[in-house]
């Protein structure tokens, strides 16, 4: 079963003889479950596929779907509300909240639906991402590694049915960015989470199921890798 469907997607800033395409058409599904990492070059047009896929930009044409609801049909509001329950996105720079704990960043996502937190299911992720001892300190009381690991939390907590990474490792050494690798596969098969990945790293993306290739705004090149 396809959990994303990308559709003719383009996208196009400015307008005549300004006008530049990041997106020039692109089409592919995901299946529930598996791990895709998109490649290519700076400019490439990969970043703003991702933010396409994730309702944080809207397309010049085309459109996305994700668990079977068409995201653009959305007003803004619709869209917010359906992003934060139903897609985890995780950013090279950690995107947390400085005056919240590692616990509360975490927590974010049900705080803003102001819904009461899942003790059992918090304890888990924390766990999980190697945050239990650290759950009352603030972001700057943490390493990189572990502030990417509070954002994977964070990601996690909603039971998404997808999870964009863009360049989860590009902000860190190569210790921590082995953690933040095996984290993200951890959600993908211990949770089942259907996971996109945006990487110039060659080696987390030969770890993935799928290895899709971006260039010039276009799909170049769709495979699977053999494990």
Avoid: C, W
């Amino acid at each position: 079963m396809a959990i994303l469907q990308v559709q003719d997607l383009a996208k196009t800033y400015g307008r005549a003889d300004t006008a530049v395409t990041a997106l020039g058409g692109v089409s592919f599904s995901v299946e529930k479950g598996e791990f895709v990492a998109i490649v290519g070059a700076s400019g490439s047009g990969k970043s703003t596929l991702m933010h396409l896929i994730g309702g944080v930009d809207r397309p010049t044409a085309g459109g996305v779907v994700i668990d079977g609801k068409p995201i653009f049909d959305m007003n803004e509001s619709e869209l917010a509300i359906f992003r934060r329950r139903n897609i985890g996105i995780v950013y090279q720079f950690y995107n947390l909240i400085p005056t919240l704990t590692a616990e509360e960043n975490i927590m974010l996502p049900h705080l803003l639906d102001n819904r009461r937190p899942d003790e059992g299911k918090l304890n888990d992720i924390l766990e999980a991402t190697g945050l239990t001892s650290r759950r009352a300190h603030l972001p700057h009381e943490l390493s990189g590694g572990q502030q990417q690991r509070a954002s994977i939390g964070r990601a996690l907590i909603n039971d998404p049915a997808l999870i964009l990474a863009d360049e989860p490792t590009g902000n860190l050494d190569s210790k921590a960015s082995r953690e933040i690798v095996d984290l993200l596969k951890l959600s993908n098969k211990k949770y089942g989470r259907t996971l996109l990945v945006i990487t110039h790293d060659e080696g987390i993306a030969l770890q993935a199921d799928r290895i899709i290739t971006i260039m010039d705004g276009l799909i170049v090149r769709d495979e699977g890798v053999r494990q």
